[in-house]
C-alpha cells in the first residue's frame, strides 16, 4: 500500500499563487475558500543579506489525523494510504474538525453547509494522475509521490534533503515536508 | 483554508453554559438524594436541569451547517462531541424521569429504589456532561487558549457553580419537600466554589502567560489586555465572581438571589470568553498572520459585486 505524501521545496516557490488558483479552479471553489493558500514570510535579515520565503500550505495528510478523531458523524476519514478526506453526505458542519486541525486546513463551504478540505485530488491520484496543485507548479516547488516507494521523487527527498514538518511538536505526524534554502 | 477564519458561535457558548449547568443541578440533585438522609431537592431544579440541556442541545443543532443530519453526530464511538451527544441525551432522559418522582400522580412515585438508581445515574450523566466540554477544548492542540487539562477544572467548577446558584433559585421559586438544612447551605458551598473559581482563573492565566509556547501567552494576554480584556475583569471576574462571593454570604434571601443570579451572569460571560477569544486563536503558521490579514472581509465592493452576481 502506498503511503502518499507532498513535498514543498520552498527554495524553487516564487509565490505566484497558480496552485492556489488551479486548486479552486479544479475543486469549483465559492469565492471565499482556498485550500491551499500560500504565504509570504519576510523579507527578512538586513541588507545586503535579505531573505524571503513562500510557503505553500494545505492539508497535511496527517497520520494522527486530529480532525478524523474529532468528527462525531465519521465524515472525516483517513484511507489506508494516508489521504484524509471529508465524506460530504456524513457532514454535518459541525466545525469540530475545523476547529481540532492545528494547520486550519479546513473551511466551511456556506453554500452546502458542509466542510470541505484538499484530499490530494485523490479522484486524480486513483486514475494515477498527479495532484492539479503539483501539475500547475511550473517551478516544480511541489513534488508528489508514494514515501514507501524508495524509487520515488519523495521518498529521495524526503530522506536526502534536510526537510522539516510543520508543528511536528504536536504530534500529528504531518505528511507534508518542506525543504528550506 | 477559509479566507475568513472560521470558528464556534454563540450558540456553542450558550449549549455549553445551558449543559454543564443543567448536567451539575443533576449531579446536586441526585447526591442530596443519595447522601442526604430524606434530602430532595426543589423538583423545579432536576426539571430545569434536564430542560436545560434540551435547550443547549437544541441550539447545537442550530449551530450546524446541516442542522436536519444531526443524529449524525450519533455515530462516532471515538468522537468527544459523539459520548457528549449520548451521555447528555441519557442525562435530559434520567432528569425528566426523576422529577416524576416529586408527584404522587405517578404511581411509581413511591418507588425507594428505582428513584435512588435514577439518582444514581443522574450523578454520573450529570458529570460527564457538566465536564465534557472541557475536555473538548483541552484536547485541541492547536488551540492555545484551551489547550491543555486546566480548561476542564475552570468548566466543571463554573458548571457546579452555577448549578448551585440555579438550585438556590429554584428553591426560592417552588421550595424543596424534604432537604431541610442542606438548602441553607448552598449559598456558603457556592462562595466556596466561586473562591475556588477565582483561584482557577488566577493560574490559569498565570500558566498561560509564563506557559508551554509564546502563543498560549498571547491568547492569555489577549484577555488580560486585550480586547476581551474589559468582559474579563469586569464581567467575569468581578460581575460574575467577586461580587456574588459577597453577596451570597450576607443572610438575607433577597442578596442571595442576587448573587445567584450574578453567579449565572457570570457563567454566561465565561463561555462566551472561552469560545470567542479561544477560537480566535490558533497556533498560526508561517507567514499566515499576515496573509490572513489582507484577505476580503466580504464586504468589500469587488466581493458585494461578484456575490449579487
Known amino acids: 500500500m502506498a503511503r502518499y505524501a507532498m513535498v514543498f521545496d520552498t527554495r524553487r516557490c516564487i509565490g505566484c499563487h497558480s496552485c492556489t488558483v488551479a486548486c479552486r479552479t479544479k475543486n469549483e471553489l465559492p469565492i471565499d475558500m482556498i485550500y491551499n493558500p500560500v504565504t509570504t514570510v519576510g523579507p527578512t535579515g538586513v541588507y545586503p543579506k535579505l531573505s524571503m520565503v513562500h510557503m505553500p500550505l494545505i492539508c497535511m495528510h496527517c497520520d494522527n489525523p486530529p480532525c478524523v478523531d474529532a468528527c462525531p458523524t465519521c465524515a472525516s476519514q483517513r484511507r489506508d494510504d494516508g489521504i484524509v478526506f471529508v465524506e460530504d453526505k456524513k457532514c454535518v458542519g459541525c466545525l469540530a474538525c475545523v476547529m481540532a486541525c492545528p494547520y486550519g486546513a479546513r473551511v466551511k463551504n456556506h453554500e452546502s453547509g458542509a466542510v470541505q478540505k484538499c484530499d490530494f485530488c485523490k479522484d486524480r491520484v486513483d486514475e494515477g494522475l498527479l495532484p492539479f496543485c503539483v501539475l500547475t507548479c511550473h517551478q516544480k516547488a511541489r513534488v508528489f509521490g508514494d514515501l514507501d516507494d524508495e524509487t520515488s521523487e519523495v521518498y529521495k527527498l524526503v530522506n536526502g534533503e534536510r526537510t522539516v514538518r510543520l508543528l511536528a511538536e504536536l504530534g500529528t505526524e504531518p505528511y507534508a515536508f518542506y525543504i528550506y534554502g | ?309
Open chain 2, 1 to 309: 483554508m477559509s479566507q475568513k477564519h472560521e470558528g464556534w458561535g454563540w450558540m456553542l457558548a450558550v449549549d455549553f453554559f445551558f449543559a454543564g449547568m443543567g448536567g451539575a443541578m443533576l449531579v446536586i440533585a441526585g447526591i442530596a438524594d443519595l447522601f442526604v438522609g430524606e434530602g430532595r431537592t426543589s423538583w423545579l431544579a432536576s426539571f430545569l436541569g434536564a430542560a436545560f440541556m434540551a435547550m443547549g442541545s437544541g441550539l447545537l443543532i442550530f449551530e450546524l451547517g446541516r442542522p436536519f443530519q444531526s443524529w449524525r453526530v450519533f455515530m462516532n464511538p471515538k468522537a468527544i462531541l459523539t459520548v457528549g451527544a449520548w451521555v447528555m441525551s441519557l442525562a435530559i432522559c434520567a432528569g425528566l424521569v426523576y422529577t416524576t418522582f416529586s408527584f404522587a400522580i405517578f404511581p411509581w412515585s413511591d418507588w425507594l429504589i428505582v428513584r435512588k438508581l435514577i439518582a444514581i445515574f443522574m450523578v454520573v450523566t450529570g458529570l460527564i456532561v457538566a465536564t465534557y466540554p472541557g475536555v473538548l477544548l483541552g484536547r485541541l492542540k492547536g488551540r492555545p487558549l484551551w489547550v491543555g487539562p486546566g480548561m476542564t477544572s475552570l468548566f466543571l467548577t463554573s458548571s457546579l457553580v452555577t448549578a448551585f446558584a440555579a438550585h438556590i433559585l429554584s428553591g426560592m421559586i417552588v421550595a424543596p419537600a424534604t432537604i431541610g438544612d442542606v438548602l441553607g447551605r448552598f449559598p456558603a458551598i457556592t462562595a466556596v466554589l466561586l473562591a475556588v473559581q477565582l483561584l482557577l482563573w488566577v493560574s490559569y492565566m498565570w500558566v498561560k502567560i509564563s506557559g508551554a509556547t509564546e502563543a498560549e501567552a498571547v491568547a492569555a494576554r489577549r484577555l488580560l489586555c486585550g480586547e476581551y480584556a474589559a468582559s474579563f475583569k469586569y464581567g467575569l471576574m468581578l460581575v460574575g465572581t467577586v461580587l456574588p462571593l459577597v453577596l451570597v454570604l450576607v443572610s438575607s434571601p433577597l442578596y442571595q438571589a442576587l448573587g445567584a443570579v450574578l453567579v449565572l451572569v457570570g457563567g454566561f460571560i465565561l463561555r462566551m470568553l472561552v469560545i470567542y477569544a479561544g477560537g480566535a486563536d490558533r497556533t498560526w503558521l508561517p507567514g499566515e498572520p499576515k496573509y490572513r490579514s489582507r484577505l476580503p472581509h466580504g464586504d468589500e465592493a469587488f466581493m458585494k459585486a461578484w456575490n449579487s452576481k
